[in-house]
């Protein structure tokens, strides 16, 4: 792993964590980044609590430093707490998370590990627990999330650790 | 399987499935996915490459019969497009240091981003610069999630006019 960052990062600090980084050397596509996570965060049909679990699983899965250490102020209001987040991992389907909980991770690790190779039986679950505009957004947000942790991983610079740090969504 | 139900997509078709069941927040991924594409420090053909071998990074069959995004055919080679199908770009020399740069990132990139080396990095940077680098970064992850997304959301959405 590279301990240098990779790329530079704009001359002019505007005190925005996004704008401020790598990303902000590429101004045609840090709008439509912006504007889309705002939209995950603020209007997806699921809530920032089930969007955060999508989140951490796809970081621990990455294993981008910085996203398993965040953990957005809107999703503990929405309710997740650390006793939750703890069982986000390997073992989540034997946990003490709820079904409908569980579900949510089986959509991720589908995303994240067999895309190709969606099992009928979780696809009807899914299709009967959440709604195509939730299975919509739970897909986008995923997505995304993805994209930005291996470019985080990709660009480097990566701390070995970080402790947990509650913020909020960059906006 | 309901037949509302549809098989693997491809990254453009993608488009009306998500539109029609995400509303504003499949217009914003739509707005990104065309940006990465229109982007000034990459150009799209050599995007355009880096998309056929993610694809077949995945085994994505549609992804790779796929028609090119809008902003990447004009300038399109298909004898390029081809040496990525087949994997003789290789050996040949069809394409440029500058493509063959960027596709042995997103060789790397594909498999496990945390094996890309600053050698790799360094590469991409002498061709397209520092925000080359991140413009590459970028489209690679978004060109990645939607053949995903093609992939696994043709079991879970269902086709547009399904819903009509």
């Known amino acids: 792993m590279s301990e240098g960052l990779r790329a530079g990062t704009p001359g002019r600090a505007t005190g925005h964590v996004i704008r401020d980084s790598s990303l902000g050397l590429v101004p045609e596509t840090l709008q439509p980044i912006l504007d889309l996570q705002d939209a995950i965060w603020h209007r997806a049909s699921v809530g920032p609590a089930i969007m955060e679990m999508l989140r951490l699983r ?7 430093v910085f996203c398993k250490s965040v953990r957005y102020d809107i999703a503990r209001a929405d309710g997740l ?26 959509f991720a690790d589908l995303y994240l590990r067999t895309p190709d190779r969606v099992d009928p039986a979780l696809a009807a679950r899914l299709r009967r627990e959440f709604t195509p505009e939730q299975i919509a957004h739970m897909a986008i947000g995923l997505t ?8 985080a991983v990709s660009l480097g610079g990566m701390p070995e650790s970080l402790p947990v740090m509650e913020m909020p969504v960059p906006a | 399987m309901s037949d509302a139900f549809t098989a693997q997509l491809d990254s453009s078709s993608l488009t009306a499935v998500l539109h029609h069941a995400g509303g504003e927040l499949a217009r914003r991924h739509e707005a990104l996915w065309q940006a990465v594409w229109r982007q000034k420090h990459v150009p799209a053909p050599v995007l355009e490459l880096c998309r056929l071998r993610l694809a077949q990074l995945h085994g994505a069959v549609h992804e790779l019969e ?45 498999q496990d981003p945390q094996a890309i080396t600053d050698e790799l990095a360094a590469a991409v940077k002498e061709h397209f610069g520092d925000a080359g680098l991140v413009a590459l970064i970028e489209a ?3 060109i990645d999630g939607r053949i995903r997304l093609a992939m696994m959301l043709g079991a879970l959405l269902p086709r547009e006019e399904n819903h009509e």
């Open chain 2, 66 to 110: 796929a028609p090119p995004p809008r902003d990447a055919r004009e300038r399109l080679d298909a004898a390029k497009s081809r040496s990525v199908i087949t994997g003789s770009w290789v050996r040949e020399s069809c394409l440029s240091p500058a493509e063959r740069s960027a596709l042995e990132f997103a060789e790397v990139y594909g």
């Open chain 1, 58 to 64: 796809n970081a621990r899965t990455v294993n981008c």
């Open chain 1, 81 to 106: 707490t650390e006793d939750k987040v703890e069982q986000i991992d390997d073992g989540f389907s034997h946990s003490t998370l709820s079904e409908r909980e569980k579900l949510v991770l089986a």
């Open chain 1, 144 to 151: 995304t999330c993805h994209a930005l942790s291996r470019c």
């Open chain 2, 140 to 142: 690679l992850g978004v």
